[in-house]
């Protein structure tokens, strides 16, 4: 079987979660989880489920009247390709794009208040989803299946806004 994408796997998860989904349910799932650190375009959660089917990971239940919705459902040998991809502790390196970093990298060429309007406006940004992630932190209900692991992410996600924000202030306040 050809190596599965990490937007492949993490279908596989959510209907792991949640139960069977159409896309678009993938789609709404996808925003309340890891659209924050991992977009996965639209059009790709109407892609993946039919080439998962294909793979035999997923069912796929096409509704016979009304809308003629896809449904999902993950197969047992979906649930086994998903437990050997969490079993496996490797990870592919980090992707970062940050423009903001594309342009620190020549800071040297601008001025200091050219900079320090740079670092201001990118602390200001990361203090927005720093106060976003904590929303999201107080609204979790701890109950609901999955959250617990949402709680974690969410924490580190203000973590890592919080570094963000420690390092565009001390960088403003070294132009100033």
């Not at 994408?5 to 989880?33: C, D, F, N, W």
């Amino acid at each position: 079987m050809d190596e599965l994408t990490p937007s492949q796997y993490v279908i596989l998860g959510l209907i792991a979660r949640h139960g069977a989904m159409t896309p678009y349910e993938l789609k709404a799932r996808i925003e309340e989880s890891v659209a924050h650190y991992w977009p996965i375009p639209h059009a790709q959660l109407y892609r993946d489920p039919p080439r998962l089917a294909e793979l035999g990971l997923l069912l796929e239940e096409a509704e016979e009247h009304g809308r003629r919705r896809r449904v999902f459902h993950l197969t047992e040998a979906g649930r086994e390709a998903l437990g050997r991809w969490l079993a496996d502790p490797t990870t592919a390196p980090p992707e970062t794009r940050n423009p903001s970093l594309l342009k620190l990298t020549f800071a040297d060429l601008a001025s200091p208040v050219e900079i320090e309007a740079l670092a201001l406006t990118q602390a200001a940004r990361h203090h927005g989803w720093r106060d976003e992630y904590r929303g999201l932190l107080a609204a979790l209900d701890p109950s609901e299946p999955g959250n617990a692991a949402r709680a974690r992410l969410i924490r580190l996600g203000i973590q890592h806004e919080q570094g963000y924000i420690d390092f565009w202030e001390g960088l403003a306040r070294e132009q100033g």
